[in-house]
């Protein structure tokens, strides 16, 4: 029935088709129109699923997010990573091992007792207690100083700066990173380097792990971990080696001096009471010891090599003192200029010298330098082929050795060359 249709219907319709198209036309048109409604239809769902496949690929961040991968986020439709770099994470694991053997050295003194007489917070907002005082009379043990240093055996041995605790009339307190304090007895001093062992009595401390300093490079990540400014305990600093072999006079400002040799320059963050702190590599190794720092100057610190270290440890753990090589004489550096002044042949070398007291001898009468035929005015050019200069001092060469060590040493003597072979004995 839905077929058929009247005849008035019929012309209607011929008529509507006749003022709009040929049949033959009409039939294109459709095809046309159906091609172009089907493209549209598959060009939109093509497009939704574009746009579906976009949006996964963003989803799929936060989600990574959200189940622990960390930093992926989009802006503008660039991505950018605001994860922990892989050297931060290592820093962190390396301060997580290190600190809790790394400790707090308090020095105290007896000093003279002192009484406020004025007192005004607006002169001393913070409370810091510098206000004018005068001597109420007798003395009482107050803290003057700190230091760093770190556990280097279970037992209680740590290693620190001779400089730390040079002062003999006072005493001294270690304070572990867990807040206990202990007192503490200097154990050894090296004579040579600015080193020092103390001894706390204690057990099971967790100790340190000591690095290697002979194969450092330039622009290595090092970490820095001390009492900085004697206040803030287990401060940590990171920088990168920033030179090495470095010589410098170091002094402490109240008119003593040392020389340092062949130490560790570094921009990590070198503050008074860092010293004896441990400088550590990316793994939290130990890799030297904070000493110094320029005065004047931005992240210019200097660090000990831990192999000079090692040494003095070793020592002190197999014999209970620090023992060192010597040869038992009394020299100067040549230099460019003293050999110009005293028409030596050579601009380096260690020149043979007397002191100026009478009991300075120029040779220690029995020494392995006398046995070896060493006299005043002799120059010493070479130990093992290494060349006595400002890069290579002579008492740092010899500290290298150990007790019983035969060197070979190259000698200007009398007008000419000669070498002598010197069996090294323990320094007294």
Known sequence: MNEIKNESEQKENKACCSDFLHPHKKLIVTVVLISFLLSSFCGAVFGFMAAGIGQGKIFSKITGQKNGE????????????????????????????????????????????????????????????????????????????GGSGFIVSGDGLIATNKHVVSDQSA???????????????????DPVNDVAILKIDAANLPVLELGDSANLKIGQTVIAIGNSLGEFRNTVSKGIISGLKRNVMAGSGLGDSENLSEVIQTDAAINPGNSGGPLLDINGKVIGVNVA????????????????????????????????????????????????????????????????????????????????????????????????????????????????????????HKGEEKTAQVKLEERK
Do not use: C
């Open 293 to 412: 720092m320029a005065q004047g100057a931005q992240n210019v610190g200097f660090a000990l090599p831990i192999d000079i270290i090692k040494k003095d440890i070793d020592s002190v753990k197999t014999q209970g003192k620090i023992v060192q090589p010597y040869i038992g004489v009394r020299y100067m550096p040549v230099t460019a200029n003293l050999a110009k002044q005293n028409n030596l042949p050579y601009e380096y070398g260690a020149l043979v010298l007397r002191g100026q007291k009478i009991t300075d001898f120029a040779v220690v009468p029995g020494s392995p330098a006398d046995k070896a035929g060493i006299v005043e005015n002799d120059i010493i050019l070479e130990i093992n082929e290494i060349k006595i200069d400002e890069n290579h001092q002579f008492i740092d060469q010899i500290a290298k050795f150990s007790v019983g060590d035969t060197v070979t040493l190259k000698i200007w």
């Open 171 to 189: 005493s001294y307190t270690v304070m572990t990173n867990d807040g206990k304090k202990y007192d503490a007895k200097v154990l050894a001093i």
């Open 70 to 145: 960390q930093g992926q986020n989009t802006t503008n439709g660039s991505s950018r990573t605001t994860s922990v770099p892989d050297e931060g994470s290592a820093v962190i694991k390396a301060v997580d091992k290190a600190s809790p053997s790394v400790v707090s050295i308090i020095i105290s003194k007896d000093v003279a007792r002192m009484q406020n007489f004025f007192s005004d917070p607006f002169f001393d907002p913070f409370g810091s207690g510098n206000n004018n005082q005068n001597n109420q009379g007798g003395t009482e043990k107050q803290e003057i100083g």
